[in-house]
């Protein structure tokens, strides 16, 4: 299995995961076009694209959806819930409830809390192999805590330093959101998670949905390095997703 994040931040979320048997895309909030070029940079045709699998209906997971999908018409896996969302028509879809498998694809759906009808994270399993893929959330509840343990790769957003978010021009009220139960990740949290769910067998961690406004790549990362020294344990390799330029390609 292999992964690539094409894009991830406040403006636009698209990433790219591969078996030897599937190519799907994990939302697509950037245009076709920038879509388009990131996969060819990869040698991926897109209309090689079989699945989208959405996390939520916000604009920076879905803007290009539209016209992708009127050029390429690949399966979209959603909820009924996002379905009416997104009020857009949608010819070629399935509605996900509950672990499915597609050829030697296993997707688990895992329930995020964000301010949306519905949002889901994933976890992929293939060939051995699994990755664990979430953004968007202001909690992760702890009865998935197993699902989420002992995974090859992670994608996990680290969205905002608290200070930075505090003390910058956001209303307060926008504040209050983006910290509540229905927000998103800060650093902090984002780390202490990555410590209760990552293994000896995580090999790779990626910090995405970087806030460009409220956020710093290198206090995402020393909140990273210094919570998993406090805890003492091992320190998988980490990088962090670009919003307007592609991760490597990571195979598990």
Known sequence: MKICVLASGSKGNCAYVETDKTKSLIDIGMSCAYVEKSLR????????????????????????????????????????????????????YFYLDGEIIEDDLKVIPIKTSHDVADSNGYVFESSGKSLMYMTDTGYINVRNFNKLKNHD????????????????????HLKQRILGDKGHLS??????????????????????????????????LETFYKTYEKCGKNTPAVVVAKQKERTEFIEL
């Not at 410590?195 to 970087?210: E, P």
């Open 41 to 92: 940079d990869i040698g991926v045709e897109p209309n090689s694209i079989e699945r989208i699998f959405l996390t939520h209906t916000h604009s920076d997971h879905v803007n290009g959806l539209a016209v992708f999908l009127k050029k390429y018409n690949p399966t979209v896996y959603f909820t009924e819930k996002m379905d009416d969302e997104l009020g857009m028509f949608i010819d070629n």
């Open 153 to 172: 790769l992670y994608v996990l957003e680290s969205n905002h330093d608290v200070e930075m978010l505090m003390n910058g021009r956001y209303p307060y």
């Open 187 to 220: 650093n902090k949290d984002s780390a202490y998670y990555l410590t209760q769910f990552t293994s000896d067998k995580t090999k790779n961690v990626i910090l995405a949905h970087l806030s460009e406004e409220n956020n710093d790549p290198d206090k995402a």
